[in-house]
């Protein structure tokens, strides 16, 4: 179909139409035209639908959307604004999980130093019990030997 011209797709004596407008003989023949319009048009209005019109039966074209057409439009567009929210939303989603990861690392090792202190001071605890120890006993010793000395002394 999109082989024939113009012409023969709108062949229809113009006697018959009563009405003013460009006619065409099918629906199909006025949606190739819509088609051609709007790759080719400079116009500010290009047809976007063909309508059956009751006074001439013939086919005619019009700017005007259907309802069907202004609701998948309504759609599409928001498709595309949800699309760019869904974009939005991911690039912040990685920001948040690049700073999560930041903090979590600062935390990790927060976490590492503090267990290091607390190995460190269990190690200074232990060294610490076995000084108080081991001065424990020098003072017994040493006080033993002040003992042995005075008896000593004392003979």
């Not at 006697?15 to 400079?42: G, W």
């Not at 290009?46 to 019009?62: A, D, G, I, R």
Request: charge should be positive; hydrophobic fraction near 30%.
């Amino acid at each position: 179909m999109l082989g024939k011209n113009l012409n023969e797709l709108t062949q229809t004596p113009k006697m018959l139409n009563s009405c003013k407008k460009t006619y065409f003989a099918t629906q199909k023949a006025a949606d190739f035209y819509i088609e051609k319009l709007q790759k080719s048009s400079n116009r500010q209005k290009v047809p976007v639908n063909s309508y059956l019109c009751p006074k001439c039966n013939l086919w005619h074209l019009s700017s005007a959307k259907t309802h069907e057409k202004s609701l998948i439009d309504c759609l599409k567009a928001k498709i595309i604004e949800l699309e760019k929210e869904v974009k939005q939303l991911k690039s912040e989603n990685l920001l948040l999980q690049q700073h999560n990861n930041k903090e979590e690392n600062i935390i990790i090792k927060r976490d590492a130093i503090r267990k290091q202190a607390v190995k460190n001071n269990e190690k200074l605890q232990e060294q610490l019990r076995k000084l108080r120890f081991d001065n424990s006993s020098l003072i017994a010793e040493n006080y033993q030997l002040k003992k042995m000395k005075e008896n000593e002394n004392e003979k």
